[in-house]
């Protein structure tokens, strides 16, 4: 389960952590805009280290590894995929300009899960779920969707007693062929989803006999304010974004090999 | 034979569940694992069937390292019926889901019907054979997860926190049932609160706690001791209370069987009468 643990908020303090929900949102997609207009290898390089001192700023290296450690499999499925179609499609290219090639979308896959993993590991459910809440977004769905994040764990938790208590009825997970493996997992599903149908009837009743929704209009203790640091870092996102459309435009951005074949002559 | 050598174990989360434990069970013998939430009880039995494998020290089983077998294989001898039945029931009825591990274990038809049935019989469910496990109470759930282990005949098993979610009569069943597979041979570990349960099947009692064995020895001994049962965050059984109200009238501490207290009771009353 370590790699929900990339994803999971840490509660401490940093100037990360205090950012609002809302700025650290306009950055995350601003960053996922940038990552999706640039396919060269070099902005998407840029867009991963400048992200690594904000993990360091927010001392969440060591949960920022367990996410990254766990999208390798998917990065190399994804540099596998664009290696083989860019082999068949652009197969006139030379090999080093599809290795950029492979290699920058593999990159961009790791920037987006990269960002994704920041803005969860910093910000705590109950925040997000105010940001939405000013935003307009209506209460029920604010709850829904805090309940939905902080239930994550739960679930792992129980996940893995369940496949524990089905190996002790003799189930082998890891043994079979493909379709046999999927087989195998029935028996860890269906426990899983009937127990998440019940809780959530559960917790329904519970709900209401705590008297949830009794009042038309619910008031917060605590209330968001964009700061100064919010501010910059809305503006930061802005620049960064105009810029990179621009650039994309207006200026050639040269590939890596090229770059090392002019220095190199 | 369970032979447990310095058993350290921290999960990945870097809990230390258990910090050295020193354990041995022999065969047909009927050990209760007793001691307060979070004492390493649950984690110490998960090793007895290699789910979980140790950090250090090591547990053998049948003098097999628990290491160097897969769970299925371990299964076959030691079954772990866990606390909670729906973390395991999945099956569309009550029949599939007892024949699950025995399809597992690649047992041919007719022994997995044969074992079925033996398990239904056992444990009273041969009216809900066609039912779903997920229609059925929460005791009766209880006791198909039993079925679904028991159907297997493994020579030693581990009982999680049966006695939960049981009403009285269950209970009572439950005891006649433990007790007899014991007096069939096989081994009984089971891990519980429920003092009084044990009390009246009078096993031997391990008493755990923060990751360690306090102490181990005969119910009747163990149950008695007023420290030892409160330093496990547990309770005297009622009868033990109640002869320790009358420990100034000359009366045994040692005595947690109703039964036998009954005895004791009425001699000191014929006794009285006889003298007067």
Same mark, same amino acid.
């Given at each position: 389960m370590s790699v929900f643990d990339g994803f999971k908020f840490r509660s401490t303090s940093s100037p990360i952590h205090k950012l609002d929900p809302r700025a650290k949102f306009i950055y995350v997609c601003a960053l996922f805009a940038v990552a999706i207009i640039f396919n060269n290898i070099i902005p998407l390089l840029v867009l991963f280290l400048i992200q690594i001192p904000i993990v360091f700023r927010a001392k969440v290296q060591k949960e920022w590894m367990r996410s990254m450690k766990g999208s390798v499999v998917f990065a190399i499925m994804i540099f596998v995929v664009n290696l083989l179609s860019l082999h068949f499609y652009a197969g006139h290219e030379p090999l080093i300009y599809?290795?950029?090639?492979?290699?920058?979308?593999?990159?961009?896959?790791?920037?987006?899960?990269?960002?994704?993993?920041i803005f969860f590991?910093?910000?705590? %459910?109950?925040?997000?779920?105010?940001?939405?809440?000013?935003?307009?977004? %209506?209460?029920?769905?604010?709850?829904?969707?805090?309940?939905?994040?902080?239930?994550? %764990?739960?679930?792992?938790?129980?996940?893995?007693?369940?496949?524990d208590a089905q190996k002790a009825r003799g189930l082998e997970i890891e043994s079979g062929n493909f379709f046999r493996r999927i087989r195998n997992y029935i028996p860890i599903l269906i426990p899983l989803i009937v127990n998440a149908i019940r809780r959530s009837l559960e917790l329904a009743e519970t709900m209401e006999s705590?008297?949830?929704?009794?009042?038309?209009?619910?008031t917060n203790l605590y209330m968001l304010k964009i700061k100064r640091n919010d501010l910059l870092l809305i503006i930061f996102s802005l620049v960064l974004l105009t810029v990179s459309i621009y650039v994309s435009i207006h200026v050639y951005i040269p590939s890596l090999a090229s770059l090392l074949y002019t220095a190199t002559v | 034979m369970i032979i447990v050598e310095n058993l350290y174990f921290t999960y990945p989360n870097g809990v230390k569940a258990l910090l050295g434990v020193n354990?041995?069970?022999?065969?047909?013998?009927?050990? +209760?694992? &007793?001691?307060?939430?979070?004492a390493g009880k649950t984690t110490l039995v998960k090793h007895m069937n290699g789910l979980l494998k140790p950090t250090r020290g090591r547990v053998l089983v049948d003098g097999v390292d628990t290491r160097r077998v897969?769970? +299925?294989?371990? *299964?076959?001898?030691?079954?772990?019926?866990?606390?909670?039945?729906?973390?395991?029931?999945?099956?569309?009825?009550?029949?599939?889901?007892? $024949?699950?591990?025995? #399809?597992?274990?690649?047992?041919?038809?007719?022994?997995?019907?044969? !074992? /079925?049935?033996?398990?239904?019989?056992?444990?009273?469910?041969?009216?809900?054979?066609?039912?779903?496990?997920? &229609?059925? $109470?929460?005791?009766? !759930? #209880?006791? /198909? *997860?039993?079925?679904? /282990?028991? *159907?297997?005949?493994?020579?030693?098993?581990?009982?999680?926190?049966?006695?939960?979610?049981?009403?009285? &009569?269950?209970?009572? #069943?439950?005891?006649?049932?433990?007790?007899?597979?014991?007096?069939?041979?096989k081994t009984i570990i089971v891990v519980t609160h429920d003092v009084e349960f044990i009390a009246e099947c009078n096993p031997r009692i391990i008493l755990m706690k923060q990751g360690r064995i306090m102490v181990s020895g005969k *119910?009747?001994?163990?149950?008695?001791?007023?420290?030892l049962v409160k330093e496990a965050s547990i309770t005297l059984p009622e009868i033990a209370k109640l002869f320790k109200c009358l420990e100034g009238y000359g009366f045994p501490l040692n005595v947690i069987d109703a039964y036998k207290a009954a005895e004791i009771i009425y001699e000191r009353l014929r006794s009285r009468n006889e003298r007067i």
């Open positions: 599809i290795l950029e090639r492979s290699s920058a979308m593999t990159i961009r896959f790791i920037v987006l899960v990269q960002s994704f993993s590991l910093t910000t705590s %459910p109950d925040i997000l779920s105010l940001a939405l809440e000013q935003s307009g977004v %209506p209460y029920e769905l604010c709850f829904a969707f805090t309940t939905a994040i902080r239930f994550v %764990p739960v679930l792992a938790e129980e996940a893995q007693t369940i496949m705590r008297a949830w929704g009794a009042c038309e209009k619910r | 354990l041995k069970i022999e065969d047909g013998e009927f050990v +209760a694992i &007793m001691g307060q939430n979070g897969s769970v +299925a294989w371990l *299964a076959r001898k030691v079954g772990l019926v866990f606390q909670n039945p729906d973390h395991q029931l999945f099956s569309e009825t009550v029949e599939e889901e007892i $024949s699950f591990a025995l #399809k597992n274990f690649g047992y041919d038809r007719k022994t997995i019907k044969r !074992r /079925v049935e033996w398990a239904l019989k056992m444990l009273d469910l041969e009216r809900y054979r066609k039912v779903s496990p997920f &229609m059925l $109470s929460g005791g009766e !759930r #209880k006791r /198909v *997860a039993l079925a679904s /282990v028991l *159907a297997w005949d493994p020579k030693i098993i581990i009982l999680d926190e049966p006695t939960i979610g049981q009403d009285y &009569m269950q209970k009572e #069943k439950l005891r006649q049932f433990i007790l007899q597979l014991n007096q069939q041979g *119910a009747e001994e163990i149950l008695t001791n007023e420290d």
